[in-house]
């Protein structure tokens, strides 16, 4: 902040309000340019965790197929390989249909 001297005249209201203006301008960019940088620096130390969820994630899906297989296949023994599959097909749709109607029931619930 400047003082003014003695013989010096103070600036006009447009122009301060101009300087204010301005000055937050910059203050803004540069808060978002900070938080950018943050975001960006954050995002590239999460990538290789990032990846380790995503195969983690396909181990998940693969054990699953092998349980409902399985399932498939004790079910055979009475309903024979195609009723057991198609048993136990829909055993895993209908739990997943559950989880979707969770989801969205929430989504829903959290839009109002």
């Keep these: 902040m400047t003082r003014l001297d003695a013989g010096q005249e103070p600036l006009?209201?447009?122009?301060?309000?101009t300087r204010l203006i301005d000055n937050g301008k910059a203050y803004v960019r540069a808060e978002v340019n900070l938080v950018k940088a943050t975001i960006?620096?954050?995002?590239?130390?999460?990538?290789p965790a990032v990846a380790m969820i995503v195969v983690a994630?396909?181990?998940v899906q693969a054990a699953?197929?092998?349980?409902?297989?399985?399932l498939?296949?004790?079910?055979?023994?009475?309903?024979?390989?195609?009723?057991g599959f198609a048993v136990a097909s829909f055993l895993v749709l209908a739990v997943a249909a559950l989880l979707g109607w969770a989801a969205v029931k929430r989504i829903k619930g959290i839009a109002k």
Aim: proline fraction near 3%.
């Design 64 to 70: 699953l197929t092998v349980l409902v297989a399985a």
């Design 40 to 47: 960006s620096t954050k995002a590239g130390q999460a990538g």
């Design 72 to 83: 498939g296949l004790l079910l055979g023994r009475w309903l024979g390989l195609a009723g």
């Design 12 to 17: 006009p209201l447009r122009e301060l309000a």
């Design 57 to 59: 994630i396909l181990f």
